[in-house]
């Protein structure tokens, strides 16, 4: 766990969110400023800064954080399409650094994105 990082906080339950799905390693919540009816984040528990630092013992990992994705996007009934975006950097707009997806949907998505 990183102090200083916002969503191990989360993680640790030091800060209060609105949690879809805890298991062993995955964390979802809803995100605070919802861009769409649903924006729910997804991410490991523990603290990876971005999908830049995966590394290849990070494979079981992608493949529960991708499952729990596929899960998300059932619950909230999303059989239309949804999105999964990470933003990797400063140009992409990340602004928490802890790796998370954002499973976005429930309405029609722009191409490309801005
Ligand atoms: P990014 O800009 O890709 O790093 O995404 C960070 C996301 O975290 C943004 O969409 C924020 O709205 C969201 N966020 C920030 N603080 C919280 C929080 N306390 N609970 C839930 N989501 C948050």
Redesign the pocket.
Known sequence: MSNDC?FCR?VAKE?D?DIVHDSSEVLA?????PAAPTHV?VIPKRHIASANELSDADGHLLVDLFQTMASVSATAGLEGGHRIVT?VGHDA????HHL?F?VVGGRSLGWPPG
């Open positions: 916002l989360i800060v969110a919540f809803r995100d605070i400023n984040l933003n707009g990340q602004s928490v998370h954002h």
